[in-house]
């Protein structure tokens, strides 16, 4: 079974301030990963995915992903205080199954 | 595209007693996952349904549990005799065939056991 483990914080960053999440996955052959983003008391919400080494941005978001290091992070530039959420990552787990391995997620504090 | 729909939001039912959930997915989506979710925790895989056909388990699934999708279309998650480690938000999610884009997820139905 992968594992996804996830600093569960609270990462307090100021308002403005760029926060960054980091996500490390046990399994060499995973292919897709996923950050998805919690509000209390609601569902998750898809906010990036990444399949190759490097980067993938998507406005103020920008996933990194090296699969040498079995690291992927996420970047919020401009941070807002409507950021402050809980960030999950996930990984496929494919070819054991396929579905989606969720850490336990990056709880994100933007302050004014 | 209305998006996954789960029914009902809340549920409280006393220890003992028989719940059930239902889930309807995005119309185009032949994927059908069911998670469960405590506090501060991440989803937790519980089943998943490629159309009518159950692919996949989780041994967090124990007999109490049982979850169908006649006919491809929505999915119903069962929980026999509750107890109150079965208190969480269940999570019902729905994909493509290829899990490339991730999953949409619905709500959710968030169960108290008392």
């Known amino acids: 079974q992968k594992e996804v483990e996830q600093n569960s914080g609270p990462l307090s960053v100021p308002e403005g301030a760029i926060a960054s999440l980091n996500c490390t996955y046990s399994?060499?052959?995973?292919?897709?990963f996923f950050w998805y983003r919690q509000y209390s008391g609601k569902s998750p919400e898809l906010i990036m995915s990444?399949?190759?080494?490097g980067d993938k941005e998507d406005g103020r978001f920008t996933a990194q992903l090296n699969k040498a290091s079995q690291y992927v992070s996420l970047l919020i530039r401009d941070s807002q205080p409507s950021d402050s959420a809980t960030y999950l990552c996930?990984?496929?787990?494919?070819?054991?199954?396929?579905?989606?391995?969720f850490g336990t997620g990056t709880r994100l504090q933007v302050f004014p | 595209d209305t998006g996954v729909s789960q029914d009902p939001r809340h549920k409280i039912t006393k220890r003992g007693q028989n719940v059930t959930f239902r889930c309807d997915p995005i119309s185009e989506h032949n994927r059908l996952y069911w998670y469960r979710q405590t506090l501060g925790q991440g989803p937790e895989f519980l089943t998943y349904?490629?159309?009518?056909?159950?692919?996949?388990k989780s041994r967090l699934l124990s007999d109490r549990f049982s979850a169908e999708r006649p006919k491809g279309s929505f999915s119903t998650l069962e929980i026999q005799r509750t107890e109150q480690g079965d208190s969480a938000m269940y999570l019902c999610?729905?994909?493509?065939?290829?899990?490339?884009?991730?999953?949409?997820f619905g709500s959710g139905t968030r169960l108290t056991v008392v």
């Open positions: 990444i399949y190759s080494n």
């Open positions: 996930a990984v496929n787990s494919y070819p054991y199954g396929d579905k989606l391995i």
């Open positions: 999610a729905s994909s493509r065939d290829r899990l490339w884009y991730g999953y949409t």
């Open positions: 399994d060499r052959v995973s292919q897709s």
């Open positions: 349904f490629q159309n009518e056909a159950q692919l996949e």
